[in-house]
């Protein structure tokens, strides 16, 4: 079965600061991999995704993530951190079968301060 | 409609009642998702709607709760006999057909069980 960790529920970093979010998972086969976020009150939004091709997946924001398939991770990085950026962050993996679900970590809390 | 719409957006019972949620998703979009978001934590995978195939319900907590997707459109999750815990954020995402398309999340229903 698959399955997504988030091994931190919170990061804080200061504004202008690189961040990374991390994200492993376990799935059989090549996985299809996603983060989305969610500000306050808020539905999740889609941040960006990987299915094929190159490793390093750019989105939205800024931000960007590298499939790492030997250590099974698709950490969310950003090179110069926002105070708009503060949210709670969600991975999420989906198994390459049309018939499967998606499932997703238990999110981590970015703070940015100041 | 524009996105995915989620009603109530807030919805307080009293212990042992009956609730229905309701989703209508993304005119046109195949797949449809229920997740269940507790106090500031990760979702959890409810139940999964593709097109006319079986839901795959491996994520329904319990009995008491079902869901139906008539038409292949508005989807309805029912929870009988409401319990405390069972208070918390019940999102609905949908998805058109394909590998690379993602999924679109409605803002949620807020769910508080006295």
């Known amino acids: 079965a698959q399955s997504v960790a988030q091994p931190e529920d919170q990061v804080n970093v200061a504004e202008g600061n690189p961040l990374t979010v991390k994200c492993t998972y376990s799935v059989s086969g090549n996985p299809y991999l996603f983060w989305y976020v969610q500000y306050p009150n808020r539905g999740l939004q889609f941040l960006l995704k990987y299915i094929t091709g190159d490793n390093l997946v750019k989105g939205s924001y800024g931000f960007e993530a590298e499939f790492n398939k030997s250590q099974t991770s698709f950490h969310l990085k950003k090179p110069s951190a926002l105070v708009s950026d503060s949210a709670l962050y969600f991975c999420?993996?989906?198994?390459?079968?049309?018939?499967?679900?998606?499932?997703f970590g238990s999110g981590t809390r970015l703070s940015i301060r100041p | 409609g524009a996105g995915v719409s989620q009603s109530p957006s807030n919805k307080v019972t009293e212990k042992g009642k009956d609730v229905e949620l309701r989703c209508d998703p993304i005119?046109?979009?195949?797949?449809l998702y229920w997740y269940r978001q507790s106090l500031g934590q990760g979702l959890e995978f409810l139940i999964y709607?593709?097109?006319?195939?079986?839901?795959?319900k491996s994520g329904l907590p319990s009995d008491r709760f079902s869901a139906e997707r008539t038409g292949g459109s508005v989807s309805t999750l029912t929870i009988q006999r409401t319990q405390q815990e069972d208070s918390a954020v019940y999102l609905c995402?949908?998805?058109?057909?394909?590998?690379?398309?993602?999924?679109?999340f409605g803002a949620g229903t807020r769910l508080s069980v006295l």
């Open positions: 995402a949908s998805r058109q057909t394909g590998v690379k398309n993602i999924q679109y």
């Open positions: 999420a993996v989906r198994e390459r079968s049309s018939a499967s679900k998606i499932i």
């Open positions: 709607f593709q097109g006319n195939s079986a839901p795959d």
């Open positions: 005119s046109g979009h195949t797949a």
